[in-house]
């Protein structure tokens, strides 16, 4: 009986011969990743629980990224309580103010191929996007991990989701992962693991399958694969040999597989206030806004500003809207002042901000007014999560984001 | 688990963590600090309303989004007794367990009105408007998890605290 | 009797050929700004105190955004709305994002002999090109919006003669931090602090911008550098006239003239709480520092930002140190984005902000927490400005603020 991409994952970690779903078995875990907002929890949670010394410092890994910059003085305090933590034992792997979590755990190489890695933020299932088996948990769990090395799961069924055919210029990884949590809904996936495979998806570069990982997890999704290949090598900085076990066999067994003739798909939307609430752009061209969000560990990457900065190469924001562009990370922001992305987004009103999560997690860098209208190009458009309840909040794809935001107004992107 | 009766509030589909705690009130310092602002973009009155032994019964999907934790202490802080969905969020139901609060997976949302009592026997039954809606019960690991109170506890117990 | 530069500038302003220092005098206002710290105070008295609300002449309002932007909570978005929907209903100009108000200001408006009031403490900064600017409350602001005009007090003047040169490594920010300590924080209380000589006229524009804009922190109504040929060019070289270069008269009447050798200059640092608590760099004892952050609308321009760069070249900031930059201006950015300035501070590991008031202003970026230190550019060091009340405010140049960042305790960059 064969095995799917995350079974054979599970094995590898386990030692063990074979899985099936709903089989619980304790994973031996190889990196963590903890953030800003957490680390306090982690930290006392970990103390509580009697353990005093981390089982593997070098598997650790601390982000600031949701308080970054500061915009209270309480925020300060979780870079305090994260910096004694780091210190008291041993932590190397710190990154203070380098960007999101989801972007740097994959970028610098502490998520990869083949590993199994947990982190205190739901959108850890991004890093499936590399072929690692990384899934989201609380700070309780992630102090038991510390003290033990070790966490439970149950072994998920697996939906396999079939994208083949090539892709309408218009159309990105954005709008394929939104068409996707349309159809499944937003509980559609709950406990289970998406594999991603199909022609079109091997076309995607990296960049673009981690943006369909990290939102995999709006279907509920434990977490998001996909096979590892070149482009992943490469990437990862790891040989073809390293990663040559890791994909699924010809006879695995899934819950169902899905289809998409990729010629199909469209540029869509998803409409306040559910990630599931999913309408072709067309639908909506003409709702007016007040902000655009190019940004997240969603769509921040150098694809999407390029993307961004490509809708707005002569053009200006339009007038009495903000374009407000966080980068997902240093090296990302570098080079995208490198490839001139960066002078023709100011160049067109952008406001270009530290990378950082941003307006995404709704603690800082945009937020909305009452009965305000944002277009972003995050991950979540839940009510309330960049302003006031009467905020409304639409996701789209960077191009979308960016031809709307010259715009004023939801247009297609081009 | 012994059987308990309590009062039902009444919440809908994809109740997600932003609703149950916005991200701005994440950094204050405790729980308790916290709980006042529970549920607040959607009923910002219903914090001050629920009282301890009180049960939520939700739709499909509670507890979606975020991994923050503080959304399940929240509800145990207020008090609440258990919470019953049609079904939830895996991050959430695993925070849930390890944070000692129970969730229960019944449809009984649809048949029901907010305010009226109810009774659960865990693992068993869900007595409720004069009907019994059969409930199953968790697995042991969880069961192990939610009876030493919590995964901390667990852990203390692992580690020779109590 | 002869006049000072502010005399001659209030005399036009008034439409009269004589003032005196001590007369007050009603005026045409040149040019009115107001940001986000206090607009919607000013947009709400218009709609509930006036009887027949309306605007003497929207083209010469501006209102800019620089406080809290991007907005970090729902009550800063309401006040952006607010300003929006005010400044398209009245024809206003909007600047949101831009950069910080004061060098928007001198980029895009203000010419010599000017007289310009900012619902801000800082706008005294427009004396750089030989304007009076100066900060008013919000009911001021709101006569000088709907009428046109207002009334001033003619300022005594103090006089600082400069000579000479600054030294390699020290910067007007010295110079003027180093007089501010000398006359105390209300040592030009009221009063206009007038800047001449060749020493002043050695200084670029960018330079005399440093000068003017920290006047208020000695608690003078204004400061002017006395205008010259540099300040022609660069008004004309931005599309605008320069009709105005008022010099004061050879028998004006000055209450004090002090004189600056300016290679007699050191690098200083503000202490903690005040402006005028000034010790000479050599002198401070070992301060170890949370936060470092080069900006504001004293000195986030390219010449800090060049020093900036030179300093972190091949350079790393200290781990556990947060080195905030936040540059003046769009135009600052970009300029410095082309010199590939952004590139070095990301590359040393600074957080390179937009444009805007950034730490200087304390409550939206890199806001500093319980016992942190923060050694800063910006203009201000009283107790809690950028942070907890239990925090510490610094203030040195561009060079000792980078060089701090690197070190993690304040130091000049010779000590590297």
């Known amino acids: ?77 979780h870079f305090q309580i994260g910096d004694a933590f780091a210190r008291e034992q041993g932590l190397t792997h710190v990154h203070r103010t380098d960007g999101i979590c989801h972007q740097l755990m994959p970028e610098m190489g502490y998520a990869a191929p083949g590993q199994v890695v947990f982190g205190t933020d739901s959108h850890t299932t991004t890093y499936g996007a590399v072929g690692c088996f990384s899934s989201g948990i609380g700070y309780t769990e992630m102090a038991a991990i510390l003290g033990t090395g070790e966490l439970w799961v149950r072994v998920p069924e697996t939906i396999r989701i079939e994208i083949n055919g090539e892709l309408p210029a218009n159309v990105s990884a954005k709008d394929i992962i939104l068409r996707i949590l349309g159809d499944l809904r937003a509980d559609g996936a709950t406990y289970k693991a998406l594999e991603f495979g199909g022609s079109t998806v091997e076309g995607l570069s990296v960049a673009s399958r981690l943006t369909m990982s990290n939102m995999s997890v709006e279907c509920g999704a434990k977490c998001a694969l996909v096979a590892p290949d070149e482009k992943t090598a490469a990437f990862s900085k790891v040989s073809m040999d390293q990663i040559a076990w890791i994909h699924p066999d010809p006879d695995a067994k899934y819950e169902k597989v899905l289809h998409y003739n990729a010629a199909d798909l469209v540029p869509v939307l998803a409409c306040p206030s559910q990630v599931d609430n999913i309408h072709p752009v067309s639908e909506l061209v003409g709702t007016k806004l007040d902000e655009v969000f190019i940004g997240s560990c969603t769509n921040g990457r150098l694809e999407d500003l390029a993307a961004a900065a490509q809708a707005l190469e002569s053009k200006t924001v339009a007038p009495g809207l903000r374009l407000i562009v966080t980068p997902a990370s240093r090296s990302i922001y570098r080079e995208a002042v490198k490839a001139g992305y960066i002078e023709t987004l100011v160049k067109a009103g952008a406001i270009v901000t530290q990378p950082g999560c941003g307006l995404c997690c709704g603690r800082a860098g945009g937020i909305l007014a009452e009965g305000e209208t944002v277009l972003a190009t995050n991950n979540r458009n839940f009510l309330g999560r960049m302003g006031p309840s009467s905020v409304k909040i639409y996701l789209a794809s960077p191009a979308t984001a960016a031809a709307s935001a010259a715009a004023g107004k939801i247009v297609m992107p081009e | ?95 849930a367990i390890n944070n000692g609060l129970l969730l229960i997976e019944c449809p009984l949302h649809d048949d029901l009105q907010e305010g009226e009592e109810i009774t659960v026997f865990p693992g068993e039954k869900i007595l409720a408007g004069g009907k019994s809606y059969p409930i199953s019960p968790l697995p042991q690991n969880l069961l192990d998890i939610l009876e030493a109170g919590g995964l901390v506890k667990a852990m203390q117990k692992r580690n020779g605290l109590l | 009797m002869g006049m000072t530069i502010a005399e001659k500038i209030i005399a036009r302003a008034a439409g009269v050929p004589e003032v005196k220092a001590g007369e007050i005098h009603t005026v045409t206002l040149d040019r009115m700004m107001s940001n986000d710290g206090t607009t919607h105070l000013t947009i709400d008295m218009y709609h509930n105190k006036l009887r027949h609300p309306h605007i003497a002449d929207p083209s ?115 110079l003027i931090l180093t007089i501010i300590g000398d006359i105390g924080a209300n040592g030009a209380n009221y009063k206009c ?38 300040v022609k060019e660069y008004v004309e070289s931005r599309g605008r006239k320069a009709e105005h270069l008022f010099t004061s008269d050879p028998d004006a009447k000055f209450l004090k003239v002090y004189d600056y050798d300016l290679d007699k200059i050191e690098p200083v640092v503000a202490c903690p709480d005040f402006v005028d608590n000034i010790t000479p760099l050599r002198e401070l004892p070992h301060v170890d520092i949370d936060e470092a952050f080069l900006g504001s609308c004293n000195n986030g321009r390219i010449d800090e930002l060049r020093v900036a760069a030179s300093i972190l070249k091949g350079r790393k900031v200290k781990d556990c140190v947060r080195f905030i930059v936040s540059p003046a201006s769009n135009e600052v950015y970009l300029q410095a984005l082309r010199e590939g300035i952004i590139d070095t501070l990301l590359e040393a590991g600074a957080m390179v902000m937009n444009a805007n008031c950034s730490v200087c202003w304390g409550s939206c970026q890199g806001v500093i927490g319980e016992n942190e230190v923060l050694v800063s550019t910006g203009t201000r060091n009283f107790k809690g400005r950028a942070g907890h009340k239990t925090s510490k405010v610094y203030l040195a140049s561009a060079a000792v603020v980078t060089a701090s960042a690197v070190a993690g305790y304040i130091t000049g960059p010779e000590s590297l």
Not at chain 1, 64 to 74: G, I, N, Q, R
Not at chain 2, 2 to 20: C, H, N, Y
Not at chain 3, 122 to 137: I, K, N, P, R
Not at chain 3, 206 to 230: M, S
Request: charge should be negative.
């Open chain 3, 193 to 230: 602090m007038e800047f001449a000589g060749d020493g002043a006229h050695g200084l670029s524009v960018n330079d005399r911008f440093v000068l003017c804009n920290l006047a208020v922190e000695a608690g003078a109504k204004t400061g002017i550098v006395e205008p010259d040929e540099k």
């Open chain 1, 1 to 77: 009986m064969g095995h799917t991409l995350i079974e054979k994952i599970i094995m590898n970690n386990t030692g063990l011969e074979t899985v099936s779903p709903g089989q619980i078995v304790t994973t031996k875990v190889d990196r963590v990743m903890i953030h800003d907002i957490f680390i306090p929890f982690v930290a006392e949670k970990f103390k509580e629980m009697g353990f005093s010394k981390v089982w593997d410092p070098d598997k650790v890994v601390l982000i600031y990224d949701h308080m970054v910059p500061t915009s209270t003085v309480e925020d300060v305090r």
């Open chain 2, 1 to 95: 688990m012994a059987q308990f009766t309590g009062k039902v509030w009444l919440l809908g589909d994809d109740i997600d963590t932003d609703i149950i705690i916005p991200t701005e009130y994440l950094a204050l310092p405790t729980v308790d600090d916290m709980k006042q602002y529970a549920f607040s973009p959607l009923r910002p009155e219903l914090a001050g309303q629920i009282r301890p032994g009180d049960i939520i019964v939700a739709g499909k999907n509670f507890g979606c989004g975020s991994s923050r934790e503080q959304a399940p202490e929240i509800i145990k802080h207020l008090g609440v007794a258990c919470v019953i969905a049609k079904s939830y969020a895996r991050i959430f139901f695993r925070n």
């Open chain 3, 60 to 174: 010469k309002v501006v209102f800019i955004v620089d406080h809290n932007i991007p907005a970090e909570n729902p009550k800063t978005a309401a006040v952006h709305k607010k300003m929006r929907d005010f400044a398209r209903e009245n024809g206003i100009a909007m600047y949101e994002g831009k950069g910080v108000c004061h060098q928007l200001m001198v980029e895009n408006y203000v010419c010599p002999g000017e007289l310009i009031f900012g619902a801000d403490s800082h706008t005294c900064s427009y004396g750089a090109l030989g304007a009076f600017g100066t900060g008013v409350g919000c009911t001021d602001f709101l006569y000088g919006m709907v009428t046109g005009g207002s009334w001033v007090m003619v300022p005594e003047t103090l006089r600082f003669n400069l000579h000479g040169k600054l030294r390699e490594g020290v910067y007007p920010r010295d």
